[in-house]
């Protein structure tokens, strides 16, 4: 069974750069065709996906970000992390790690993590 | 980018009805979509995928159809494990992009 637990800052000044990492266990984040994700959820909102890594480490990210975001991986620890720069209130929201499989699904999802930008 | 719009984003039903959520998608996205449930405090769960596929586990009361830019979500006779919100996601291009949400509660 997959499993995936972010982890990372709860709060974060405004401007600064937001930090955050997913380990993963149950499964390599270097073998099959999955596409390791992060979605973020805004308090009482919906749902937005941020960005994702493949299995053989090219990136694709949403532009609503404006290129202040950035994902990587660490196959020796089964890690990817998310990093967001020059954050805003705006950013504030729960962050989710999650693993897709293909161009299909997300099948699992971490916790997810609370991260709050405020000075 | 292409937009998901769901449809009620509130429903308000009873133990045993039979409930259908509908997503409209601003252009043609195959059959490349996907349901979640998420109750609160708690992350997505996948339900649905490739519009029709259960995914393993989830009750066969729940089924989804459709195609191009219109798909359905229909639960045949709600329990009340399934009051909570309803998500539907697109694959086809990317950005993904998910639906405002429906929230489904007790009547």
């Known amino acids: 069974q997959v499993q995936l637990q972010e982890s990372g800052p709860g709060l974060v000044k405004p401007s600064q750069t937001l930090s955050l990492i997913c380990t993963v266990s149950g499964g390599s984040i270097s073998s099959g065709n999955y596409y390791w994700s992060w979605i973020r959820q805004p308090a009482g909102k919906g749902l937005e996906w941020v960005g994702r890594?493949?299995?053989?480490?090219?990136?694709r990210y949403n532009p609503s970000l404006n290129s202040r975001v950035t994902i990587s991986r660490d196959t020796s620890n089964n890690q990817f992390s998310l990093t967001v720069s020059s954050v805003t209130a705006a950013d504030t929201a729960m962050y989710y790690c999650?693993?897709?499989?293909?161009?299909?699904?997300?099948?699992?999802w971490g916790q997810g993590v609370l991260v709050t930008v405020s000075s | 980018d292409i937009q998901l719009t769901q449809s009620p984003s509130f429903l308000s039903a009873s133990v045993g009805d039979r409930v259908t959520i509908t997503c409209r998608a601003s252009q043609g996205i195959s059959t490349n979509l996907a349901w979640y449930q998420q109750e609160p405090g708690k992350a997505p769960k996948l339900l649905i995928y490739?519009?029709?596929t259960l995914q393993s586990g989830v009750p066969s009361r729940f089924s989804g159809s459709g195609s191009g830019t219109e798909f359905t979500l229909t639960i045949s006779s709600l329990q009340p494990e399934d009051f909570a919100t309803y998500y539907c996601q697109q694959l086809d291009s990317y950005p993904i992009t998910f639906g405002q949400g429906t929230r489904l509660e007790i009547k």
């Open positions: 490739a519009t029709s």
């Open positions: 890594i493949y299995t053989e480490g090219s990136t």
């Open positions: 999650a693993r897709g499989r293909g161009a299909s699904n997300y099948d699992f």
